[in-house]
C-alpha cells in the first residue's frame, strides 16, 4: 500500500522531498520503513511527553504543532499553496481555466499541474506557457503540454502519468509498454516531442522570432508515477531529458548552466508573447479546431508522410559547408550536420528550405 501511494502521480505532485528521498532507500527493504518511519516515532515520543504535563492551552497548541509537523514531513509546501491559489491570480488556473477538482480527478490534469509546480520552483528566469496549441503550416496544430522559455532555450514538457516500463531506442517509430504481465505499443515519446518542437521552430522561424540553422529547444518528457525508460542502444540523444520534476528541475539548472547562448535582446519576451495566443485558447475554440481539424483528416488533408532523406557529403551551399543530412516530408524541410554514425542527429528545422530531386 505504501508502495503504491508513493508511485502515485498525486505522491509526485504533492509529496514533500522527506518521504520521496525516502525511495532512495527502499532497497535496504524493511530498513527502509524503519528509517522513514523513525522521525514520526520520535515526534510521537516527545509529543506524548509534553501532552501528559501540559495545561489544556499547552495541549491544544502541542497538537497544533505535532499536526503542522507532520503536514511539513509529508507534504509539498509549494504544491500545495499553488493548488489553494486563487483562479485569478494563478498562471496556471488562469492558463487552463480548470477547475482543482478536475485536477484532482484526471491523471492528466495532475501532470500538467506538476509541470507548473515544477516551474515555480526553478530558480532561473524563465516564462511558463500550458497547453499550448502550436498552428502547422498544413493546417493542423501541435497540442503541447507545456513550454518553459528562458534567455537560452525553450524546454518543451511532456507529460507522461503512466506506469511501467518503455523499452526501445530513440530512433524507434513505437515503444513497448510493459505495466505488470501486459504489454502494448504505444508512439515513441521522444518523436512525439520532437513533433512538438518542429512545429515550434517552424512557427517561430515563420514570425521572424529565431533563425534558422541553429538548436533551440530541449525536450524534457516528466513523468508521474513508477513511470522508467529502458533503452536498448548506446545512441541516446543530447537535448533529452527523462524523469520526476526534481530530475527535470535539475537538468534545466544544468543546462542553463553550461550552455548559454546569444538569443539576441528580449529573447525570452519575445518567444512568449509569440506563443502566448496560443495558449489562452478558451474551450469553445479548441473544440472547433478539434472539430476541423478531424475534417481534414477525414479528407487526408493533414498527411505529414514520411521523411525522405537526402545526403549531402560537403554541405549544402550557402545552408552548411560540412558533411549534411537533409530530411523532408509534406510538411518540414529538417538538416543534421556532423558525422551521422558517431553521434545523435539533432535536427534543425528549416522553415524556408525546400529541396527538389533533378
Keep these: 500500500m505504501l508502495d503504491l501511494f508513493m508511485n502515485s502521480i498525486f505522491f509526485q505532485t504533492f509529496g514533500s522531498g522527506f518521504i520521496k528521498g525516502f525511495k532512495k532507500f527502499q532497497r535496504l ?107 502547422m503550416p498544413n493546417g493542423n496544430y501541435q497540442e503541447v503540454d507545456a513550454i518553459i522559455i528562458t534567455d537560452n ?15 526501445g531506442t530513440f530512433e524507434d517509430k513505437n515503444w513497448v509498454q510493459k505495466i505488470g504481465s501486459k504489454t502494448h505499443s504505444v508512439y515513441n515519446v521522444y518523436l512525439q516531442n520532437q513533433d512538438h518542437i518542429t512545429a515550434i521552430e517552424y512557427f517561430l522561424q515563420s514570425k521572424g522570432v529565431i533563425t534558422a540553422g541553429a538548436p533551440y529547444c530541449y525536450s524534457t518528457m516528466l513523468t508521474g508515477g513508477d513511470l522508467q525508460l529502458s533503452v536498448t542502444n548506446n545512441r541516446v540523444p543530447i537535448d533529452f531529458a527523462f524523469g520526476d520534476a526534481s530530475f527535470i528541475s535539475s537538468q534545466i539548472a544544468s543546462v542553463e548552466n553550461r550552455r548559454t547562448e546569444n538569443r539576441g535582446e528580449n529573447f525570452m519576451d519575445r518567444v512568449y508573447m509569440a506563443l502566448l495566443p496560443y495558449a489562452l485558447l478558451d474551450k469553445k475554440k479548441r473544440d472547433h479546431m ?62 524556408n528550405l525546400k529541396y527538389a530531386e533533378r
Design 29 to 135: 527493504g524493511m530498513w527502509a520503513y524503519f528509517l522513514a518511519l523513525l522521525p514520526f516515532f520520535v515526534i510521537m515520543v516527545c509529543y506524548q511527553g509534553s501532552y501528559d504535563k501540559a495545561t489544556w492551552i499547552e495541549k491544544i497548541l502541542l497538537t497544533a504543532l505535532l499536526l503542522v509537523i507532520l503536514f511539513l514531513l509529508v507534504f509539498d509546501v509549494r504544491a500545495v499553496s499553488c493548488f489553494f491559489e486563487k483562479p485569478e491570480e494563478s498562471e496556471y488556473f488562469l492558463a487552463t481555466g480548470v477547475t482543482r477538482k478536475e485536477i484532482l480527478n484526471d491523471k492528466g490534469l495532475l501532470g500538467e499541474f506538476n509541470a507548473y509546480v515544477m516551474s515555480r520552483k526553478l530558480k532561473v528566469p524563465h516564462k511558463t506557457l500550458f497547453n499550448v496549441c502550436v498552428p
Design 153 to 167: 532555450w525553450l524546454y518543451v514538457v511532456e507529460c507522461k502519468n503512466r506506469g511501467g516500463v518503455f523499452t
Design 290 to 351: 478539434q472539430a476541423t481539424r478531424k475534417e481534414l483528416s477525414d479528407k487526408g488533408g493533414l498527411k505529414k508522410g514520411e521523411y525522405h532523406y537526402y545526403y549531402f557529403e560537403n554541405g549544402i551551399p550557402g545552408i552548411a559547408d560540412v558533411e549534411t543530412v537533409l530530411r523532408e516530408n509534406r510538411v518540414y524541410t529538417q538538416i543534421s550536420t556532423g558525422n551521422q554514425d558517431d553521434t545523435f542527429p539533432i535536427w534543425k528545422t528549416m522553415a
